[in-house]
């Protein structure tokens, strides 16, 4: 059983739309790393708060030496909790 080129063109177009139907994420406003009204009412640089809720995908694991680390940035060097 063969298929004809517009077969396997109708295929991969359905194929292609169930792909693009399992990929889509839903809207989010503003930057990447920032949860969901994070960066509003910023002008300037925008630095986002530390901790897991200001992120708009937290980590599963969060212990005190993340906390550290994110609490230091922009700062150039490691907290000491190492």
């Known amino acids: ?3 004809s080129l517009l077969q396997w ?3 991969g177009a359905a194929g292609y739309g169930l ?3 399992m990929q889509r994420e ?3 406003e503003g930057k990447v790393a920032f949860a ?5 009412g910023h002008s300037g640089p925008q630095v986002r708060n530390a901790g897991p ?9 969060w212990d ?3 906390e550290a680390s994110d609490e230091s940035f922009p700062a150039s060097d490691p907290p000491a909790t190492y």
Do not use: F
Not at 36 to 40: H, I, L, M, P, Q
Not at 53 to 61: C, E, K, L, S, V
């Open 64 to 66: 005190k030496a993340d």
């Open 1 to 3: 059983m063969r298929m």
């Open 26 to 28: 839903k809207p989010h």
């Open 19 to 21: 792909y693009r139907y």
């Open 53 to 61: 809720d200001a992120m708009r995908t937290p980590p599963r694991n």
């Open 9 to 11: 063109a109708v295929v």
């Open 36 to 40: 969901t009204g994070e960066t509003a």
